[in-house]
């Protein structure tokens, strides 16, 4: 299957699973919300356009911000990491490792503890300003500690068992072209 092909069904999947399961998921507790749909622009290519990679995030988030009724919350913190994806790849993986590396980010191609890292805090980044935009209607410090800290744990779980159900088969980038 194309990358391409491949990126458009994860899109519309993603979307789907956030909008129409994660968000009718029974409310645990006040701090705890479940999100995995951000995981659709943390496994782009890595060759992709940061121009095409912005634009996709935008329209990826304004979709979701459609199907949940929140123009612009999820669409925000959707371009942030966007847009800092590249410098946080540019930062833990070397450019050598880069050319021969797999062609997205994954657990098999970046290693375990960079992929980790590489998802830990490209989440914490998208939780902490999705609560930051909804906290600016509270005003509570400790709400916006809590909620930021718990559901970046729940997701980063919906992450790890994400990734082990829906096992990635990492395709290795040659310089063939």
């Not at 993603?14 to 943390?42: E, G, K, R, S, T």
């Not at 199907?67 to 590249?86: D, E, K, N, Q, S």
């Not at 070397?94 to 191609?109: A, F, L």
Request: net charge neutral.
């Amino acid at each position: 299957m194309s990358s391409l092909i491949s990126n458009i069904l994860r899109f519309i999947l993603f979307i789907m699973v956030q909008a129409m399961v994660l968000n009718h998921v029974p409310p645990l507790h006040q701090y705890v919300v479940p999100y995995l749909y951000y995981l659709f622009i943390l496994w782009l290519p890595f060759s992709i356009n940061r121009v095409v990679l912005l634009l996709t995030a935008f329209a990826f988030g304004l979709t979701l911000d459609y199907f949940t009724g929140t123009l612009g919350l999820h669409t925000a913190p959707c371009v942030l990491i966007a847009y800092l994806r590249p410098f946080l790849l540019g930062l833990i993986i070397s450019q050598e490792s880069k050319e021969i590396s797999y062609t997205e980010p994954s657990n098999r191609g970046m290693g375990f503890t960079l992929y980790a890292l590489y998802i830990a805090l490209l989440t914490f980044i998208h939780h902490a300003y999705l609560v930051f935009i909804e906290w600016l209607q509270f005003g509570d410090i400790v709400y916006f500690l809590g909620k930021t800290l718990s559901t970046t744990a729940v997701s980063l779980l919906l992450v790890l068992i994400t990734e082990m159900l829906f096992y990635r088969r990492g395709e290795f980038r040659t310089n063939a072209g």
